[in-house]
Nanobody
């Protein structure tokens, strides 16, 4: 079992910065995949960024590349999403996904989400 908690959302002006945190506990290993997804009102949940728990293999959606950075934090069991030069279209609920490999296949765990609102 894995517990996932996001934090750090809020209201920010366009061009500003925000850092989201994802704290995970439970069956975590270096091969666990941690991803950030977002869902805007009336839209589907979409991929933002992902990284392996050991800090390698970072990937980004084209829409956030060169603006957002996903990283493993020094704090225990924490992954960050640093959001720079945010735009109104970044407004969404941001979710952290933990993907754990099991004998029966990958299993996903989600947090409750954190709201990010970017004003123009």
């Amino acid at each position: 079992q894995v517990q996932v908690t996001e934090s750090g959302g809020g209201l920010v002006q366009a061009g500003g910065s925000l850092r989201l945190s994802c704290v995970a506990s439970g069956m975590i290993s270096s091969s666990t995949r941690v991803g950030w997804f977002r869902q805007a009102p009336g839209k589907e949940r979409t991929f933002v960024a992902a990284i392996f728990w050991n800090g390698g293999g970072a990937k980004y959606a084209d829409s956030v590349k060169d603006r957002f950075t996903i990283s493993r934090g020094n704090a225990k069991n924490t992954v960050y999403l640093q959001m720079n030069n945010v735009k109104p279209e970044d407004t969404a609920v941001y979710y952290c996904q933990i993907r754990v490999a099991t004998l029966s296949g990958a299993r996903d765990y989600w947090g409750q989400g954190t709201q990010v609102t970017v004003s123009s």
